[in-house]
């Protein structure tokens, strides 16, 4: 199973890690370093799935996270947060903000992957629910 993943991440070097394990897997990975070009891209790229950091510069991965559940077209799609964050409560406050799943940095090149096909085998959810 192949397919399109939107990275949201400013960092360059877990960026390229992110895009290394996924397209050794064989899926395609669009960049974006910025939560605006995030969701330029996620308009036009047709992604299956969104891998989101939270800590983004100028727009935080929650506000992009709630203006994807905005937009009716791509309300659907799976949003992951992929982030350092991980207090008590933080997990819950990437889920309220829209999020499908959450997964802690730093992330495990053993089963990176794996945790990311597993959001890409759930059905997408109903625009508006």
């Known amino acids: ?3 399109v993943i939107l990275l949201i ?9 992110a895009c290394f394990l ?8 669009v960049q974006a370093g910025t939560g605006p ?6 308009a036009s790229a047709n992604p299956a799935l969104i891998l989101l950091d939270i800590q983004l510069p100028g727009m935080d991965g929650y506000a992009v996270a709630r203006a ?18 991980a207090m008590v409560g933080d997990r819950e406050k990437c889920l309220a903000a829209g999020a499908t799943g959450y997964l802690e940095k730093p ?3 053993e089963t990176f992957v794996a945790d990311v ?6 059905k997408p959810k109903a625009a508006g629910s």
């Open 22 to 29: 996924l397209e050794q897997r064989g899926h395609t990975v």
């Open 107 to 109: 992330i495990n090149p």
């Open 68 to 85: 994807l559940r905005a937009d009716p077209v791509l309300a659907a799609i799976p949003i992951v947060a992929v982030t350092s964050y």
């Open 37 to 42: 070009e995030g969701l330029a891209l996620a």
């Open 9 to 17: 991440e400013d960092n360059p070097q877990n960026r390229y890690l």
């Open 117 to 122: 096909e597993r959001f890409l085998q759930m």
């Open 1 to 3: 199973m192949s397919a």
